[in-house]
C-alpha cells in the first residue's frame, strides 16, 4: 500500500446516533404548552397577510464609511431601487466606526451615484428619493 493511500475500513456509527438522526424532532413548546410549530396552512394564511405592495425592508451596509459601500454596495442598491426592484417601503442603514451624520453619508453616497443603466429624466429625482432613506449610526 503507498504512504498517501487510507486503508478501506468500515467504520460503523453507535446505533444510538444512528436512531437520533433519522427520528423527527419533536415541536418544541411556548409557555403554554402548546406546540410553535405552524402548519403549511397557517404560515399560507399568514404569507397571504404581506401583499408585495405592502411589503417593507431595512437593509444594513456594515462598513458604510468605507471604500467597499461607497464605490460598489451603494451605487448597486440604488440601481436595483432605480429598476424598481426593491419594495415600496425600504430604508438602509450604514454602519461603521467612522462619526458621521445622516446629512454626510447621503452626501458621501450621492457622489457615487450614476444612472448608469439607462438614462431617464427622473435619474435625479431618483436618487433624492433613494438618499431620503438612507440613514447612518456609528458604532
Known amino acids: 500500500m503507498a504512504s498517501n493511500e487510507v486503508p478501506n475500513k468500515q467504520v460503523k456509527a453507535p446505533m444510538d446516533a444512528v436512531e437520533n438522526a433519522v427520528a423527527p424532532a419533536a415541536p418544541s413548546t411556548v409557555a403554554n404548552g402548546t406546540s410553535s410549530a ?33 464605490k460598489k454596495i451603494f451605487p448597486a442598491l ?26 454626510e453619508l447621503r452626501d458621501m453616497v450621492s457622489k457615487t451615484l450614476t444612472c ?17 432613506r438612507c440613514f447612518y449610526h456609528s458604532g
Not at 404581506?50 to 411589503?55: F, G, I, L, N, R
Not at 432605480?82 to 461603521?96: Q, T, V
Not at 448608469?116 to 431620503?132: G, Q, T, V, Y
Open 38 to 70: 405552524i402548519t403549511v396552512e397557517e404560515f399560507e394564511d399568514l404569507a397571504s397577510l404581506v401583499k408585495d405592495d405592502e411589503a417593507s425592508v431595512s437593509i444594513t451596509v456594515v462598513g458604510a464609511s468605507g471604500d467597499l459601500a461607497k
Open 116 to 132: 448608469r443603466i439607462d438614462k431617464r429624466e427622473n435619474c435625479s429625482e431618483k436618487m433624492e428619493e433613494f438618499l431620503k
Open 78 to 103: 440604488f440601481a436595483l431601487y432605480y429598476e424598481g426592484c426593491l419594495p415600496k417601503h425600504f430604508s438602509i442603514f450604514g454602519y461603521a466606526r467612522s462619526k458621521m451624520t445622516d446629512a
